[in-house]
């Protein structure tokens, strides 16, 4: 039987330490920027949520391909839920995006910059991931077309994301700058654990959730061994499971 | 003491994370009041079957 909750205590309590551990960093240890003033904090939330949430459409995109090799609606459940979850990340990434600009630029959107703009379309294109599984109602279908969405949205994340690190950007600051320096140390030291608490955080999440439908799955087996009534068919976007019976059968 | 220039905007950025949390949290509390819920019904569903068997016997 497949547990998806293993090990999500102490998983949790390393996220809450990691990342607010990361908060204070970047708040009161990071040096204030010499450019950007305080408005530079944003980043040490903005940039991680944005790497995380293109991490995740990329972990999607490999998890189809898993499903499509081995059939297994376990894959499937892990594409569906790191791309919901990255998507939800995005959003977070663009609306702390959109404050920055207010405070740096004065606008909350700059339509000839190509980094923000190649961002948006990238969460419009994964925002119809969801619609996508809705429209079709033959359970194995969504999971197989999901799968090919995914992985066809994920290999364009990088592209995207090397094109336009390659193009001229115009106003958006690069955190990994490729010469004159980087970060110094202490605001490197703030950006990696706020990444790695935003890493956990979104694992935490994605473990919860897969552990969530798991339960809800075999709640419902159980119901019908019961002799109870399972309620009126639902469409669904989420993936459907097997139970721990089917599962041991297949 | 006085607060830098634009941390209002910097807090408004954390609280968008924090809100998210918060959202999620909403979301899990639903959750486990539906799990609550279906545990309670299983269980009673359970008994019943237990009775019908005692009586059957």
Redesign the interface.
């Given at each position: 039987m497949v547990t998806y909750g293993k090990g999500l205590r102490p998983l949790a309590i390393l996220t809450v330490l990691v990342l607010g551990g990361g908060i204070a960093l970047a708040l009161f240890y990071a040096p204030m920027d010499a450019d950007q003033g305080f408005r530079q904090k944003i980043f040490y939330i903005h940039v991680p949520m944005a790497i995380v949430a293109m991490g995740g459409f990329i972990a999607g995109g490999i998890a189809g391909i898993m499903y499509l090799r081995t059939e297994d609606s376990k894959w499937d459940l892990r594409s569906y839920t790191w791309i919901h979850h990255a998507l939800i990340l995005a959003l977070g990434a663009l609306i702390t995006g959109s404050i920055w600009a207010k405070t740096s630029w004065g606008h909350w959107w700059v339509w000839d910059e190509p980094t923000l703009v190649s961002f948006l379309i990238v969460f419009l294109l994964y925002c119809t991931y969801q619609p996508l599984r809705f429209s079709i109602e033959d359970r194995e279908k969504q999971s197989r077309y999901a799968a090919v969405f995914a992985i066809t949205a994920g290999a364009f994340v990088p592209l995207n994301f090397m094109a336009v690190r390659m193009a001229q950007s115009l106003s958006h600051p690069r955190v990994f700058a490729t010469s004159n320096g980087g970060l110094p140390l202490k605001m490197q030291i703030a950006f990696y654990v706020m990444l790695a608490g935003m890493t956990l955080f979104f694992i935490t999440l994605t473990k919860f959730e897969m552990a969530s439908k798991n339960t809800r799955a075999q709640m419902g087996a159980l119901r019908r061994r019961l002799g109870g009534e399972d309620g009126p068919a639902r469409r669904s976007a989420a993936p459907a499971l097997p139970t721990a019976t089917e599962a041991g059968t297949a | 003491m006085t607060l830098?220039?634009?941390?209002g905007?910097?807090a408004?950025?954390?609280l968008?994370?924090l809100v998210?949390v918060l959202i999620?949290l909403a979301i899990?509390a639903v959750?486990l009041g539906r799990?609550e819920k279906?545990?309670g019904?299983?269980l009673a569903?359970?008994e019943r079957?237990d009775a019908g068997g005692t009586r059957d016997e």
């Open positions: - | 830098p220039s634009n941390a905007y910097v408004a950025a954390y968008v994370f998210l999620y899990m959750r799990l279906q545990t019904e299983l569903l359970a079957e």
